[in-house]
């Protein structure tokens, strides 16, 4: 038998217990339902430097990151929407990322809001995914409405939005299986 998928998991925000670290861990309880391994990055106690920076291209952190991403056969993005797009803790993860660790690699999006649904912050990482050479599932998950989108014990309160995120992981699982050199 094959070797299972990893699955990498990357947070839009610093703390991995807020929406986005909630989101990622739905998805990846799913993935893990369908036999695959997953790891998620934590940029609360690993922060990356931003690209640029004094120092940041000998940056241990940066270093594992990618190791990481190149270890992994897929990925999942989670990111709040700020001003209409992907937070700057996203957008500078796939900073660090060029097509050697993700080419020909299935991502997953995901997204949260304040406000009403918007496509935005996943049409943008979308876009970021294909110029590092990913392919991007079809199937994707926005949040709106965080505050309240949670009960009391983590589950997604919408059943409409659970049934998304079961999707999204069926689709990773299939896809990365089948793509999977
Ligand atoms: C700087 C900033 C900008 C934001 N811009 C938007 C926005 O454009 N649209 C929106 O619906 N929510 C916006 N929000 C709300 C965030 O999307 C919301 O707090 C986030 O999805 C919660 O996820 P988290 O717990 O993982 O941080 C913004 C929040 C911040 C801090």
């Excluded at 369908?34 to 952190?61: I, Q, R």
């Excluded at 020909?104 to 979308?126: A, D, I, P, Y």
Aim: proline share 3%; hydrophobic share 40%; glycine share 8%.
């Amino acid at each position: 038998m094959s070797e299972p998928i990893l699955i990498m998991g990357i947070c839009g925000t610093y703390d991995l217990d807020s929406a986005n670290g909630r989101m990622l861990e739905l998805l990846l309880d799913e993935c893990r339902k369908l036999g695959a391994e997953t790891v998620v990055w934590d940029h609360g106690a690993k922060p990356l430097p931003l690209v640029g920076a004094d120092g940041s291209w000998d940056d241990e952190n940066v270093k594992e990151f990618q190791q990481l991403a190149t270890s992994s056969d897929a990925f999942v993005l989670s990111s709040p929407e700020y001003h209409g797009t992907m937070s700057g803790v996203m957008k500078n993860s796939l900073d660090w990322l060029y097509s050697k660790h993700t080419k020909g690699k299935v991502f997953g999006l995901m997204s949260t809001l304040g406000g009403q649904s918007s496509n935005n912050t996943l049409n943008h990482m979308r876009i970021a995914a294909r110029w590092i050479y990913g392919w991007v599932a079809p199937e994707q998950v926005a949040v709106p409405h965080i505050k309240e989108a949670f009960n009391e014990d983590g589950s997604l309160v919408s059943d409409t939005i659970m049934e998304r995120v079961t999707s999204l992981a069926s689709s990773m699982v299939s896809n990365t299986t089948k793509l999977r050199r």
